[in-house]
Nanobody, 126 residues
Framework: QVRLVESGGGLVQAGGSLRLSCAVS????????MAWFRQTAGNEREFIAA????????TYGDSMEDRFTISKDYWGNMVYLQIDRLKIEDTGVYYC???????????????????WGQGTQVTVSS
C-alpha cells in the first residue's frame, strides 16, 4: 500500500521558516519524481518543487521564489520542503505527491498524478 504522509505544518509567524516532511512507503519509486504542491485559499493547487527519487535532479515552479528548497533522504524514505521568509500568502495546505511524468507535475495536472498525501496545513500569521 502506497503511503505519502506529510508532517511539519502548523502556525508560524511571517518571516519565519518551516520544514515540511513527507514519509514515503509502499512502492518502489525509482522512476518517479517526488513533488510538493500547495493549495491556497481561492486558488487551484499549484506546483512548488520536484526532485527525482533516484537522481539529484530538482526543479521548481516558474512562479516559485527561491524561498522554497526541496530535498530528500533516499535511504530514510523522506522528502522535505524547506520554506524560508514565510509570507501570509503562503498559508494553505501543502501536499506531497509522486508521479513519473515531470510534465504532468509541472502542469499541475492533479487528476493524472499517481499518488498524493493527505496534506498538511500551514498557517502564517502577521
Amino acid at each position: 500500500q502506497v503511503r505519502l504522509v506529510e508532517s511539519g505544518g502548523g502556525l508560524v509567524q511571517a518571516g519565519g521558516s518551516l520544514r515540511l516532511s513527507c514519509a514515503v512507503s509502499g512502492h518502489t519509486f525509482s522512476r518517479y519524481y517526488m513533488a510538493w504542491f500547495r493549495q491556497t485559499a481561492g486558488n487551484e493547487r499549484e506546483f512548488i518543487a520536484a526532485t527525482g527519487w533516484s537522481s539529484q535532479y530538482t526543479t521548481y515552479g516558474d512562479s516559485m521564489e527561491d524561498r522554497f528548497t526541496i530535498s530528500k533522504d533516499y535511504w530514510g524514505n523522506m522528502v522535505y520542503l524547506q520554506i524560508d521568509r514565510l509570507k501570509i500568502e503562503d498559508t494553505g495546505v501543502y501536499y506531497c505527491a509522486a508521479e513519473p511524468s515531470l510534465s504532468t507535475i509541472r502542469a499541475a495536472d492533479i487528476t493524472r498524478i499517481d499518488y498524493w498525501g493527505q496534506g498538511t496545513q500551514v498557517t502564517v500569521s502577521s
